[in-house]
T-cell receptor, first 115, second 114 residues
């Protein structure tokens, strides 16, 4: 049930771009993205819903391919503040088309941005 | 608005001891969650409560019990702690009306079992 994230780690210079991928073997109701800085709690970034609706961060974009059960998070012109571990959380769709009301989180992608 | 609060922040236990982790939220959310986070494993759901009066098992419920005391509070109990339960524990809450909305996380409890 746990989604697979790739890559496991990314190292960037300020201003460079990065893409983080998340894939699931289950039909998805939504995909959620969170960022966690060292020693802190995860913080919400955005939600991507079936049908294309997005809710969340203005400066970070993401896509959700419902047919492939895949999502990608796009970090453009990265800043030092983008450093942290990024987690995707998947909300699985039941056979009845509803949701269980819980997320399965991936193992995370560690992003380091250097000046 | 305090958001989600957790107590204690740190705890060291000996094998076999018991303890309760407390969590409270003041956002009037109906859903609450307990996760554990281990290095390289991401966040794994222990138990959750979709609404007051209901609780469900997550991915790793063995060795834990929960109580949804009221809409605000959701506690996690370790009856007989084991070294494998050494972890960082996060409580979270969310609005749940049909689909899930963002989860708000507490600051975490760092538990060491010797």
């Amino acid at each position: 049930q746990q989604p697979v994230q790739s890559p496991q780690a990314v190292i960037l210079r300020e201003g460079e771009d990065a893409v983080i991928n998340c894939s699931s073997s289950k039909a998805l109701y939504s995909v959620h993205w969170y960022r966690q800085k060292h020693g802190e709690a995860p913080v919400f970034l955005m939600i991507l819903l079936k049908g294309g609706e997005q809710k969340g961060h203005e400066k970070i974009s993401a896509s959700f391919n419902e047919k492939k059960q895949q999502s990608s998070l796009y970090l453009t012109a990265s800043q030092l503040s983008y450093s942290g571990t990024y987690f995707c959380g998947t909300e699985i769709q039941t056979d009845r088309g509803s949701t269980l009301g819980r997320l399965y989180f991936g193992r995370g992608t560690q992003l380091t941005v250097w000046p | 608005n305090a958001g989600v609060t957790q107590t204690p922040k740190f705890q060291v236990l000996k094998t076999g001891q018991s303890m309760t982790l407390q969590c409270a939220q003041d956002m009037n959310h109906n859903s609450m969650y307990w996760y554990r986070q281990d290095p390289g494993m991401g966040l794994r759901l222990i138990y959750y409560s979709a609404s007051e009066g209901t609780t469900d098992k997550g991915e790793v419920p063995n060795g834990y019990n929960v109580s949804r005391l009221n809409k605000r509070e959701f506690s996690l109990r370790l009856e007989s702690a084991a070294p494998s339960q050494t972890s960082v524990y996060f409580c979270a809450s969310s609005v749940l009306e049909g689909e899930m909305d963002e989860q708000f996380f507490g600051p975490g409890t760092r538990l060491t079992v010797l």
